[in-house]
């Protein structure tokens, strides 16, 4: 997805941003997703994503591990910001709107704030190759991840589009796969963390491996 703004590094990014926690949510850099927006809070944190002019939203996982509260859930520490590349009002105050994955960041400070969504000063220095596009793709082991997606689709008797998957490069591959992948949020968390995509393809493998090895041992239907 195009965007009118280029960011060629961490000081061309807000260093404070809104969040927004949600469960089993993965975004990636230039990886895509699609958002129904309906909660008030929510509905206000795009409102001033919007009007402060950067369109930028933080997604980040609620940590699971150290629940908090149920307002007001503990987070994992590293999330990834995206920018606002389409939106749609629906007539019943909805947002429908896609997000665009820039970097990752480190939260360093949940501020005290009055508005109804929380608010992070977060750091992108430690994820400066997210801003390269394909970086490190030549490293991934295609053949692998290939593999693994087509021993999936068997299991759940699924199809997709091949010419699609063969023709995508390693990174919108990868992530794109990540980020549909129906596993939980460690695991999501674990493919977000990753060092380079290298590392976050053998993480999808691996986790694809392990729960197909779950069915053919239990009988059960897997992923479900």
Request: glycine share 8%; hydrophobic share 40%; proline share 8%.
């Amino acid at each position: 997805m195009p965007m009118n703004e280029i960011y060629k590094g961490p000081d061309d990014l807000a260093g404070v941003i809104p969040v927004f926690p949600l469960p089993g949510a993965l975004l990636l850099p230039r990886g895509q997703m699609p958002l129904n927006i309906f909660e008030s809070r929510y509905v206000a944190m795009i409102d001033a994503a919007l009007m402060s002019g950067n369109r930028l939203i933080g997604m980040i996982q609620p940590d699971a591990a150290h629940p908090g509260s149920e307002d007001r859930p503990n987070l994992y520490k590293i999330g990834c910001v995206g920018r606002i590349t389409q939106i749609a009002e629906s007539g019943d105050g909805r947002y429908l709107l896609q997000l665009t994955g820039i970097s990752r960041f480190r939260i360093e400070e949940e501020l005290p704030v009055h508005t109804p969504f929380r608010q992070c000063r977060v750091t992108y220095a430690p994820f400066v190759d997210d801003f390269v596009a394909r970086k490190g793709e030549e490293q991934v082991d295609r053949k692998a991840v290939l593999r693994a997606l087509s021993d999936f689709l068997t299991a759940n008797n699924l199809k997709t589009d091949w010419e699609g998957i063969e023709n995508a490069p390693n990174e919108a591959l990868v992530n794109a796969l990540a980020m549909m992948s129906p596993y939980g949020s460690p695991e999501k968390q674990a493919m977000l963390e990753a060092p380079d995509l290298k590392t976050r393809a053998e993480i999808l493998v691996a986790v694809t491996e392990i729960e197909l090895a779950k069915n053919s041992t239990s009988g059960e239907t897997p992923l479900q």
